[in-house]
């Protein structure tokens, strides 16, 4: 079964109007994201909420904290770390409540959390 919907006259200006302010934004931060702002109500007590990919430099072990190297998507479709202007890397905290990961693996973070973790074999 499929719901139709419709919209409005007033609902297509106001999705207009979001979309040209976005269009306007300037893109901020390492990552390129676009700023915004989030309903104070619905904001998590963590401090950052998006998504983090990144590699380790040594082993990571279940139950420790570890500072992970940024990466982001080169111009060619593959990663490449992130710098500062000083050619060093721009790092985060991350902590690991799953698995050992092993040294210079890919991984995502939320929030500080390890939520993800390339893995070898299967």
Known sequence: MRNAFTL???GVRNINRTIQSVNRMKVSGPQGDL???QNPKRQTSSSSTSIQIGKTKAKWEKGDEATIDVWKKDGAGGMEPSLKEDGTAITFKAYNL???V???SFVACVGGWLVAAECEGE
């Open 8 to 10: 409005s006259e007033a």
């Open 102 to 104: 092993e040294a210079k």
């Open 98 to 100: 799953f698995v050992n």
């Open 35 to 37: 700023p915004f702002r």
